[in-house]
């Protein structure tokens, strides 16, 4: 492809880009709005997904030969079967397990990467190492301290602002010297 192709094909989609980007930056807005029931429409695909994915392993059990590949593929598909119902017939629950657990990984990778940091000090980056570490801590921290209720949204809000950040990354990619 020659440069002067490549440069129209990127033109063509530096509008499709932007409005990828306007559309993630809508959805992150109204996702802001509404982040009980985005936790738990997330919580409740997750189930679902889960379900198809047991239905899935009980059709590879059917296909498999010999005793334990059978037995192994049936079990995670019973695992499976088992999560995925639980989840549905209890979101809220499952929520708050969920976030839990989120903000228990935030604090731990956090601690981990100050202490790493801690050690990095003769390097010239280790202070926003430290600092990363910091936030992760810090909001874990905050997710535990607020929990049971911060099950019910935090979910909903990482999506939220993790729609936000893409788009913004899209506008910003689509308005790069490299899409003109």
């Known amino acids: 492809m020659s440069r002067e192709s490549g440069s129209v094909q990127a033109q ?35 189930g679902i997904m889960l379900i198809v994915g047991a ?31 639980v989840i549905v017939t209890n979101p809220i629950q499952a929520e708050l397990i969920l976030t839990l657990i989120v903000a228990a990984i935030l604090l731990s990778v956090g601690l981990v990467r100050m202490v790493m940091a801690i050690g990095m000090r003769q390097s010239g980056s280790w202070f ?20 049971p209720v911060s099950g019910l949204w935090v979910i909903g809000l990482f999506i939220s602002v993790e729609l936000l950040v893409n788009g913004w990354s899209y506008i910003f990619l689509g308005f790069s010297p490299e899409n003109k």
Do not use: C, E, P
């Not at 990828?20 to 695909?45: D, E, K, N, R």
């Not at 926003?128 to 929990?147: D, H, K, R």
């Open 55 to 85: 239905m899935g392993q009980f059709v590879d059990a059917a296909k498999r030969r010999g005793f334990k590949d059978v037995l192994y593929h049936i079990l995670i598909a019973l695992l499976y079967l088992f999560a995925g119902i």
């Open 128 to 147: 926003l190492q430290f600092l990363s570490g910091a936030v992760s801590a810090v909001l874990g921290v905050m997710i535990m301290v607020q929990w």
């Open 12 to 46: 063509s989609n530096r509008g499709w880009i932007v409005a990828m980007g306007i559309g993630l930056i809508i959805l992150g807005i109204i996702g802001l709005g509404m982040t009980f029931a985005l936790t738990t429409v997330s919580i409740l695909f997750y």
